[in-house]
């Protein structure tokens, strides 16, 4: 019964193999040792078997992930301008000679009363180049009803890079409700990332 637990290890195989030599062992002119040595050489047989399928498996090719389920790594197709390989929201928008990476992060807001005046903060866009070296990107704000509350556009040069980073800073920005805010991207006018991005949590009542 622990085969379903614990297939394809070999305590399933030992307990396999010692009932099917206990079941032969009922008959009378089988001895004790003749059933042990048929019980060591069906196991030697049983592993044998397992090692080769074990072999079996290692040289099957793995299958690629279904379209859009792949890793962030995945190559870049022919027919895609840029990739937006991360999406940071954070404090402040980073100094000159700064990267994204090294400023704090935003995890959200806690709004006293509503539409909460939101203080700086900036949201990164992290992007690989793909086939072309200019990209339009547009990147929008909007709350969890898809009211927009802000948004911003830019022209990426990659020139000779393969990376690039686009900080948007947003000030005076009101947060109308709470919940979930998404960050939506287009490039060249193609939708490529719609996602949360931080939450706007009401002040805990006292009870």
């Not at 890793?71 to 870049?76: F, G, K, L, N, Y």
């Not at 900036?122 to 200019?134: I, T, Y």
């Not at 509350?149 to 948007?168: H, L, M, P, Y």
Request: with cysteine.
């Amino acid at each position: 019964m622990w085969r379903g637990k614990m297939a394809g290890g070999l305590l399933v195989l030992v307990m396999s193999t010692a009932a099917q030599a206990g079941d032969r062992a009922v008959d009378g002119s089988q001895s004790l040792f003749d059933a042990m040595d048929n019980a060591s050489r069906d196991l030697g047989r049983d592993s044998g078997d397992l090692q080769r399928a074990t072999q079996d498996l290692r040289r099957t090719p793995q299958r690629e992930a279904p379209a859009g389920l792949g890793p962030r790594t995945a190559a870049i197709r022919a027919d895609e301008p840029a990739r937006v390989t991360a999406v940071l929201p954070l404090q402040r928008m980073p100094g000159r000679g700064q990267t994204c990476a090294a400023q704090p992060r935003l995890d959200g807001f806690t709004a006293g009363h509503l539409p909460y005046p939101a203080e700086r903060f900036a949201v990164c866009l992290q992007l690989a180049r793909g086939s072309q070296r200019l990209v339009q990107v547009r990147a929008t704000l909007v709350t969890g009803r898809g009211l927009v509350v802000g948004k911003a556009d830019a022209q990426i040069d990659f020139g000779n890079r393969t990376s690039a980073e686009f900080a948007a800073p947003f000030a005076g920005v009101k947060l109308p409700e709470t919940g979930t805010y998404r960050y939506v991207v287009d490039v060249d006018g193609v939708r490529v990332v719609n996602r949360p991005l931080f939450e706007v949590r009401p002040v805990a009542q006292l009870d």
